[in-house]
């Protein structure tokens, strides 16, 4: 099958932990390379954000990029974007009037605007994923939302128009259909790790005592305060913060200076660390140094670093949100805790650094729900499959058309 991803601001080239460059990055560039790996001819079609990148790059996973000319040739805020989608649609239809896909595959909203403009004059069916849905956000961050105000009324006619959509997690399924997309159109398919790098075996990061971990990009909402505000109830435990920009650039970074703000605060200071930006290559090492993996943000569409941490034999304590609900089993890998919730978070903490049997049992049982649900191949299994369904429901309309 000849597929094209469509990733408008998440660049599978880039390097993670900037604020725009996350989960749905590495999604986009691991999903393609599955599907590469099982025979599938796939060219992933990004934003140029920088005049010396080239037209198109082959990766050595043996999917292509296509960086596409649209607005200024520089980054620029994944919500500054709605602008130029137009012109993205040109290019994408130019490049799909010569090399035609079977399907489009988008990843978020302004992708499926781009997509169904670009596709649906060529007949080609495109498949949605959202990655994170504007209604949630707004409910979550209200006037902080910097989202453009056309955002949550493009969501809903492309969850209408889409010829189906690939949601991450069960929460996100209805959400979907209080926004009136038909439930017959949505399949759920999970984002995934490679248990291969990310596994209990390997180096261990050098620590200092007890240690939790926790992961992502310096913004508010993935609850770094929260684990804060409950280390005064854990001594003699550090926390290592992954994410943002370069350890020598995070004096710059002004999330990064409220949160040593706020640990200075509340007295422990001296127990968090910023690692700001960590490769890929050396966060196994990382979480693998860690006693308890948190991932506590206020709302998390699907959350990639619970899987990771799984897949690294490490228990995890993540809030009760999202995505989060259907890939850590309470008391099986893991705990959950409400969000902005500092008591709950430390009581959850201190179960498991406490007691090493349940937290080794938790691992355990972590790496083997990784085996059994969450490879990037299981993950390429059920999205062709969802793919499947719509080029076979395409057929049978034309089929229907010519009776």
Known sequence: M??????????????????????????????????????HDVTVYTRRDDPGLPERTRTKQGYQVVHVTAGPEKVIAKDEMLPYMGQFANVLQQHWRRERPDLVHAHFWMSGLASLLAGNSLDIPVVQTFHALGTVKKRHQGTADTSPPERLGIERMIGRRAAGIVATCSDEVFELIRMGVPRQSVSVVPCG???????????VANRHGRRIVSVGRLVERKGFRTIIAALPRLPDTELVIAGGPARRKLADDPEARR?????AAHGVADRVELAGEVSRARMPALLRSADVVVCVPHYEPFGIVPLEAMACG?????????????????????????????????????????????????GIAGRDRILARYTWD???????????????????GMLEEMS
């Open 2 to 39: 000849r597929i094209a991803m469509v990733s408008e601001h998440a660049s599978p080239l880039a390097a993670l932990g900037g604020v725009d460059a996350g989960g749905q990055n590495l999604h986009v560039a691991e999903l393609s390379a599955a599907l590469a790996r099982r025979g």
């Open 193 to 203: 790790v490679d248990p291969s790098q990310f596994s209990p075996n390997g180096p």
């Open 259 to 263: 949160l040593m703000r706020f640990a």
């Open 314 to 362: 490490k228990p995890v304590v993540a809030s009760a949100v999202g995505g989060l609900v259907d890939t850590v089993v309470d008391g099986v890998t893991g705990l959950l805790v409400p969000p902005r919730a500092p008591v709950p978070l430390a009581d959850a903490i201190r179960c498991l650094t406490e007691d090493e049997v349940r937290g080794l049992s938790f």
């Open 378 to 396: 299981r993950v390429a299994l059920g999205t062709v499959a969802a793919y499947e369904r719509v080029t076979a429901d395409t057929t049978s």
